[in-house]
């Protein structure tokens, strides 16, 4: 369903909804915990928001979901009709409402699969900490905010917009469960902030990716596993992964990239025998810098959430290459 909610503006800035807090909704406004995410449109979320000067808003429900329960088949479509929606002219920008709990993850895929069709338009991913029906939510005012970052000037890349600041798919990660700004940067600062409805540019707008995976999606999902090392890690779960079928492994390591021995003997000896295996630190900042040389690759500043993302469309889009 396609729905223009403004006058017709020369210009569109399309929203797509897929769920989460920001479209939650409970029984009682004072209660912002017991609520069901995914429960109010896209379109009644639009209802009270101020629409930028100059354009008009369309507005799809691409999901109703909790995004613990984001899906590839999801991404799949939402990136897709993002795709299909920056090639019109008419487009100047997109923006998603998105549960907070995996939007990093999403921001990511989409970074990787939009590549170049985001050179000069951006997409950015908002959504709440508290539900639509809450007293005093914040899905309305981040809303707006991620409409302004997305209708400014030279806006490009895909963002995330919470609470007034913006981060590039790269930087910006959920940090804290609770608050209402509950994100920030992986290992950096906010490229943006908006304040009373006026964007300020601080950073540089996100650099699109290259385009080799923006048919990855097509791909079935390939079975991608997160295995932490810490105190008395072992070889065990991988062994049984492996013995599963698993096609991929992150290991989320301790500090700069280190696993445990034990994991590490087994898992040196899974990626000498072909299966991908990549390491990413499990500390919430920072990234991993080359010291001892390693036999398995680190993904640099990449999260281990994210680490996974990219291992998912990397095998993708290899599986894509080889049906071509
Ligand atoms: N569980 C919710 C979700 O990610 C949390 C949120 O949106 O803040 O859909």
């Excluded at 409970?26 to 995914?38: E, I, N």
């Excluded at 991929?248 to 003997?265: C, F, K, S, W, Y």
């Excluded at 040389?293 to 640099?300: K, L, V």
């Amino acid at each position: 369903m396609t729905q223009a909610i403004s006058t017709p503006a020369a210009q569109v800035l399309w929203v797509f909804g897929t769920g989460g807090t920001i479209s939650g909704r409970a029984a009682d406004p004072k209660d912002v915990l017991g609520y069901t995410a995914g429960e109010v449109s896209v379109d009644a979320l639009l209802g009270d928001v101020a629409v930028p000067d100059g354009v008009s808003v369309r507005a799809e429900q691409v999901a109703q979901v909790d995004s613990k329960d984001m899906s590839w088949a999801i991404w799949q479509d939402l990136a897709q009709r993002v795709r299909a929606a920056l090639m019109q002219p008419e487009t100047r920008g997109v923006v998603i409402t998105h549960g907070t709990d995996t939007m990093e993850e999403t921001a990511y895929c989409l970074h990787r699969v939009l590549g170049p069709a985001v050179a000069h338009k951006a997409v950015v991913l908002t959504g709440a900490m508290r539900p639509a029906s809450a007293l005093e939510p914040d899905g309305p005012g981040n809303i707006a905010d991620a409409m302004r970052v997305a209708c400014a000037p030279g806006a490009r890349g895909v963002a995330l917009c919470m609470a007034g600041r913006v981060w590039d798919a790269l930087q910006g990660q959920k940090l804290h469960s609770g608050r209402l700004d509950a994100f920030g940067a992986r290992d950096g600062e906010a490229f943006a902030e908006v304040c009373a409805g006026e964007v300020s540019v601080t950073g540089d707008w996100p650099q699109p990716s290259g385009d080799a995976w923006a048919h990855a999606l097509a791909a079935e999902a390939p079975w991608v596993e997160l295995l932490t090392s810490g105190t008395q890690a072992s070889a065990r779960a991988l062994q049984a992964l492996i013995s599963a079928g698993v096609e991929g492994v992150v290991l989320a390591t301790t500090g700069n990239g280190t696993v445990h021995q034990d994991l590490l003997r087994a898992a040196e000896a899974a990626y000498a025998a072909g299966l991908p295996v990549v390491r990413a630190s499990r500390t919430a900042h920072g990234n991993i810098r080359d010291g001892h040389p390693q036999a398995i690759p680190h993904a640099g500043g990449l999260s281990p959430f994210k680490a996974r993302v990219e291992m998912m469309l990397r095998l993708a889009s290899e599986q894509q290459a080889v049906l071509a």
